[in-house]
């Protein structure tokens, strides 16, 4: 699954920052429901990596989660995404972001992690 935000044209996977006090799952969680409407539970998610994010100043350590799920829920776009859609790993790698096409090379085994987000 892939969005675009309000605020920029590219395609990214959903995130999102942690609140005080929340885990990396827990704000996981919260995210893609706020981003996608989808609520997944704890038991769908893989944790599949951990990268240090140093943009706009700052240092972040994001989490990257994977969910596999039975189904494809019905998604409807959250306050700051205009669109979201379910895309096959190879058309996701075509139309994604720069970072997020380096995640999924790196998932399938086509790229080293530098874990450098």
């Given at each position: 699954?892939?969005?675009r935000?309000?605020?920029?044209?590219?395609?990214?996977?959903?995130?999102?920052?942690?609140?005080?006090?929340?885990t990396?799952i827990d704000?996981?969680?919260?995210?893609?429901?706020?981003?996608?409407?989808?609520?997944?539970?704890?038991k769908h998610?893989?944790?599949?990596?951990i990268?240090?994010?140093?943009?706009?100043?700052k240092?972040?350590?994001?989490?990257?989660?994977?969910?596999?799920l039975?189904?494809?829920?019905?998604?409807?776009?959250?306050?700051?995404?205009?669109?979201?859609?379910?895309?096959?790993?190879?058309?996701?790698?075509?139309?994604?972001s720069?970072?997020?096409r380096?995640?999924?090379?790196?998932?399938?085994?086509?790229?080293?992690?530098?874990?450098?987000?």
């Amino acid at each position: 699954m892939l969005l675009r935000t309000k605020y920029g044209a590219d395609w990214v996977l959903p995130g999102g920052g942690c609140k005080r006090r929340e885990t990396p799952i827990d704000a996981c969680l919260r995210e893609v429901r706020e981003e996608t409407g989808i609520r997944l539970d704890k038991k769908h998610l893989a944790l599949k990596g951990i990268y240090l994010s140093e943009r706009e100043y700052k240092r972040d350590i994001v989490f990257l989660f994977g969910a596999e799920l039975p189904m494809w829920p019905a998604i409807k776009p959250g306050l700051e995404i205009s669109q979201v859609r379910y895309v096959e790993l190879e058309e996701a790698k075509q139309i994604a972001s720069p970072a997020t096409r380096r995640r999924l090379e790196e998932l399938q085994g086509y790229r080293v992690s530098t874990f450098e987000w």
